[in-house]
């Protein structure tokens, strides 16, 4: 997964980017996922490939962020895969998981459009509640969007510390 884009002088924003949903296994955009949550989750912070593709796979919807890269023809553009996260139904309403983005892309605001839409997403759907597990160097990310800590302690996944978030959604 290669990009051009340079964080530092870029922030992103909604126009920036196309954001591909699905639950086909077999799609562009599921591949793409698990691109990108290979790089982030197995390359980047060593968690065991069995861990990270699990088998709650087919049980999930797909959200792809796609940015607009300009390519040198004038007037001609790329879509890269650059952030993803799966949703997982529950009794409480949506479990958020596998949020990764990719290295070029952090601090960019691309983690927040995605979450931003993800947030949408539900809120159309009816759905009441939002949860995740947090890595804890990330609950502020979080924070930022609305999300408060649940009443379960910290914890380890994947030997990451987690705490579990929520967001009520009216």
């Not at 799609?27 to 290979?38: E, G, P």
């Not at 999300?147 to 705490?163: K, N, T």
């Given at each position: ?6 964080p ?28 990108i ?50 949703l ?13 983005v ?30 995740l ?21 910290e ?16």
């Amino acid at each position: 997964m290669t990009a051009s884009h340079n964080p530092e002088h870029t922030q992103i924003s909604a126009a920036d980017i196309t954001v591909d949903i699905t639950t086909d296994l077999e799609s562009q955009a599921h591949r793409d996922s698990i691109a990108i949550r290979t790089e982030v989750f197995v390359r980047e912070q060593h968690v065991p490939v069995e861990l990270e593709v699990d088998a709650e796979e087919g049980l999930c919807t797909y959200f792809v962020a796609y940015v607009h890269e300009e390519t040198s023809t004038k007037g001609t553009s790329l879509l890269l895969p650059a952030a993803t996260l799966r949703l997982l139904p529950t009794s409480y309403g949506l479990h958020v998981q596998r949020v990764a983005v990719a290295k070029p892309y952090r601090s960019t605001g691309l983690g927040r459009e995605i979450m931003l839409h993800v947030i949408d997403y539900a809120r159309v759907r009816g759905v009441r509640e939002l949860r995740l597990d947090a890595q804890t160097h990330a609950t502020g990310f979080y924070e930022s969007l609305g999300f408060e800590y649940a009443d379960r302690p910290e914890f380890m996944d994947a030997g990451i510390a987690h705490r579990e978030m929520f967001l009520h959604l009216k």
